[in-house]
């Protein structure tokens, strides 16, 4: 499981969503401070650096990094994370430091090389595009209930549910049902939360091979986000 992040990690974790990129970017930001030997905000130099980062990263899809714990987090879930993904670098960065970490629009506007006003336009554009996506409307305990209700058989997907994994990303109740359904024959499922949200971890001679992040709105669950990949989830288990 993940520990809690610092300021800095944070920062630099949602602007990038994996945590080795967002450990490079904090170290490269410190090595760039000690070496200018100028007084700096930490903050602004990890946000220097992750757009960097974003502005060369490839630009093919790859499930992000969900913080994963036993009880209740307050980092954010799969499906902002992808959706963050989905940005441009310049959306990104805006919308992560104005509505994440409060910083007025004439401090993000040099980070991303606009004026004020067009900055908030950036992040006007990112914020429509966030939140057009699925967000849960109950807590996590009224989670848990759904998704132990569709542990159980219940019927209780939303008509237009999304599935998103590395590999496929489907639309619609009857689409997403036969996929979701393997959940339920899946041996060693642990209850964790992911960003957040609700989830499922799945295991094999206890160790985590799967993980599913749910989330609920109207008591019905609204996406499904998963990671299949082995070595994804291992590296989320076995931090370094």
């Given at each position: 499981?993940?520990?809690?992040?610092?300021?800095?990690?944070?920062?630099?974790?949602?602007?990038?969503?994996?945590?080795?990129?967002?450990?490079?970017?904090?170290?490269?930001?410190?090595?760039k401070i000690e070496k200018t030997g100028e007084p700096s905000w930490l903050g602004t130099v990890v946000a220097?650096?992750?757009?960097?980062?974003?502005?060369?990263?490839d630009k093919g899809f790859a499930m992000p990094d969900p913080v994963v714990s036993k009880g209740p987090n307050?980092?954010?879930?799969?499906?902002?994370?992808?959706?963050?993904?989905?940005?441009?670098?310049?959306?990104?960065?805006?919308?992560?430091?104005?509505?994440?970490?409060?910083?007025?629009?004439?401090?993000?506007?040099?980070?991303?090389?606009?004026?004020?006003?067009?900055?908030?336009?950036?992040?006007?554009?990112?914020?429509?595009?966030?939140?057009?996506?699925?967000?849960?409307?109950?807590?996590?305990?009224?989670?848990?209930?759904?998704?132990?209700?569709?542990?159980?058989?219940?019927?209780?997907?939303?008509?237009?549910?999304?599935?998103?994994?590395?590999?496929?990303?489907?639309?619609?109740?009857?689409?997403?049902?036969?996929?979701?359904?393997?959940?339920?024959?899946?041996?060693?499922?642990?209850?964790?939360?992911?960003?957040?949200?609700?989830?499922?971890?799945?295991?094999?001679?206890?160790?985590?091979?799967?993980?599913?992040?749910?989330?609920?709105?109207?008591?019905?669950?609204?996406?499904?986000?998963?990671?299949?990949?082995?070595?994804?989830?291992?590296?989320?288990?076995?931090?370094?």
């Amino acid at each position: 499981m993940i520990g809690e992040l610092d300021q800095e990690d944070r920062l630099a974790y949602r602007l990038l969503g994996r945590f080795a990129e967002a450990a490079d970017a904090v170290r490269e930001a410190r090595r760039k401070i000690e070496k200018t030997g100028e007084p700096s905000w930490l903050g602004t130099v990890v946000a220097r650096v992750s757009l960097t980062m974003l502005r060369v990263r490839d630009k093919g899809f790859a499930m992000p990094d969900p913080v994963v714990s036993k009880g209740p987090n307050d980092e954010v879930g799969l499906g902002v994370l992808t959706a963050l993904d989905a940005l441009t670098p310049d959306e990104r960065v805006a919308y992560v430091l104005h509505d994440m970490f409060e910083e007025p629009f004439e401090q993000v506007a040099p980070l991303i090389g606009r004026t004020p006003l067009a900055a908030l336009q950036v992040e006007a554009r990112a914020r429509q595009r966030v939140a057009s996506r699925p967000a849960s409307d109950v807590d996590l305990d009224g989670q848990r209930d759904v998704v132990d209700a569709f542990m159980a058989g219940k019927d209780v997907l939303d008509p237009d549910v999304t599935l998103r994994s590395e590999e496929i990303w489907l639309r619609g109740s009857g689409m997403v049902a036969p996929r979701a359904a393997v959940l339920r024959a899946t041996p060693c499922v642990e209850p964790a939360v992911v960003g957040g949200e609700a989830g499922l971890v799945s295991t094999v001679e206890g160790r985590p091979v799967a993980l599913v992040a749910f989330t609920v709105r109207e008591r019905k669950i609204a996406a499904i986000h998963a990671i299949t990949d082995r070595q994804h989830v291992d590296r989320l288990f076995s931090p370094e």
